[in-house]
């Protein structure tokens, strides 16, 4: 079942140096628990999609529908930019536990699923570490986490492994891979690397 449709999406930004097409009719329909990569240079409009969808960015034409099926019900939406934005200041659980603090539901339940996710993914160890005290792999995916701790229906990667060595990089996107697909969770994720796309789906 179709879960978001995007329909003749274009994008202009309007700057003083004058107007840049971003986005140019793209249309693309997500099925629930259907992991979509978006491959394409630098500059070709992918950030734009993405920050369009999480509801960040304005269409300047065309229309996204969610669950077209149930009335357009919007789902939760998890969204992990290209930098980690991990707080320094905060250790790596108040780091994770983040969002469901802005979302007011950090709960007994939901701090106990989030520090599950932490042990799962072998950063139960390090929860009252700062960020500057863990590998970048680790902090890549103590950043996932937080996104993950939310449960959004949606799970929006913008680039997730760019800040990352080449070794480094291999690691975490098997991880991060394999945590989406065993989870059947919709996901659409952008990169400019053709093989990171192929390696990852
Ligand atoms: P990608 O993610 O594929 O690298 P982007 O979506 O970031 O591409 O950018 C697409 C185009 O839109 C680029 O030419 C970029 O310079 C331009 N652009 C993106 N965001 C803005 C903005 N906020 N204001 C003006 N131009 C923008
Ligand atoms: P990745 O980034 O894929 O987690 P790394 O090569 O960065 O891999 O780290 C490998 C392992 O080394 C980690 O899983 C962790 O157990 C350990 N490690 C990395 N950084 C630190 C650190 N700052 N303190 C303690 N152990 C660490």
């Known amino acids: 079942t179709p879960i978001v ?11 003083l140096e004058g107007e840049t097409l971003a986005v140019k009719d793209f249309t693309l329909t997500i099925n629930q628990g259907e992991f979509v990569v978006l491959v ?12 369009t969808l999480a509801g960040l960015i304005k269409p300047s034409e065309g229309e996204i529908k969610f669950n077209p099926s149930k009335v357009n019900k919007k789902p939760s939406i998890g969204y992990m930019l290209q930098q ?3 707080f320094p200041w905060r250790t790596i659980l108040e780091n994770v536990f983040l969002g469901l603090e802005i979302q007011g539901n950090l709960t007994p339940e939901t701090k106990k699923r989030t520090e599950q996710l932490l042990d799962m993914y072998g950063l139960g160890d390090f929860k009252n570490h700062y960020p500057n005290q863990l ?5 890549q995916r103590a950043a ?9 229906e949606i799970l929006l990667l913008d680039e997730p492994f760019s ?3 080449y070794q480094t990089r291999l690691a975490v996107s098997d991880d991060i891979g394999s945590i989406i697909k065993k989870e059947k969770r919709t996901a659409v994720m952008v990169t400019h690397d053709i093989s990171e796309a ?4």
């Open 84 to 86: 980690d934005h991990l």
């Open 163 to 165: 800040a990352l060595d």
């Open 198 to 201: 192929i390696s990852i789906k």
């Open 144 to 152: 996932l986490i937080r996104t993950l701790a939310i449960d959004p």
């Open 40 to 51: 394409g240079p630098s500059g070709c409009g992918k950030s734009t999609i993405l920050s």
């Open 5 to 15: 449709e995007i329909k003749h999406l274009s994008k202009i930004f309007h700057t």
């Open 135 to 139: 590998s970048g792999g680790m902090r």
